[in-house]
């Protein structure tokens, strides 16, 4: 098994705004070379690669609801991301990690869909449903705002997703 797993884009999909993507694999590279699964990415021919390396198997996907330590951990990870204007679009337990070793530890993995957003917004509405704000559901955008509703969701207890927007109300303002 490789140590990396690879995405390649095809340069005819990104044209439209090379600028604003090279700016947005910046930020992705540098938001997680302190992680264990860094991201980069590199021209190869006529396509942009981004390859990401796999977490040690030491690392397990979190369990729900998230403990106050992992909370803590994504709030701040979420916080760094949205000071350099990058959103995910998809947090939930596929995507979210944690060493067994280190309880305080927890990854974020697949920044991958804020690189297609880029592209005028989103193609298509992708992330998973159960998710996904009900603004940007009517935007077919996704946004902060879906960032916040998966948030609450993973760290408070089960509720209805109108029971997740009005907590997270407050902090959309």
């Known amino acids: 098994m490789t140590n990396f797993l690879s995405k ?7 044209l439209a705004s090379l600028q604003e993507i090279a700016e947005r694999c910046a930020l992705i590279t540098a938001l997680t070379q302190a992680t264990p699964a860094p991201v980069s990415f ?8 981004r390859k990401m390396q796999r977490l040690p198997s030491v690392y397990r996907h979190v369990r729900l609801p998230l403990s106050q330590e992992q909370g803590w951990a994504l709030a701040m990870q979420l916080e760094l991301a949205y000071a350099q204007g990058l959103v995910h679009g998809d947090l939930h337990p596929k995507n979210l990690f944690y060493c067994h070793q280190q309880p305080m530890t927890l990854v ?6 804020t690189l297609q957003q880029i592209r005028q917004g989103r193609p298509a509405l992708m992330a998973t449903p159960p998710y996904v704000h009900p603004d940007d559901n009517v935007n077919q955008k996704l946004s902060y705002k879906t960032d916040c509703l998966c948030f609450a969701r993973l760290v408070l207890p089960k509720q209805g997703v109108q029971d997740y927007c009005a907590l997270i109300q407050p902090f959309l303002a």
């Open 108 to 113: 974020i993995s697949d920044w991958e869909p």
């Open 42 to 49: 590199h021209w190869q021919g006529d396509c942009l690669v």
């Open 8 to 14: 390649t884009y095809p340069r005819a999909y990104l």
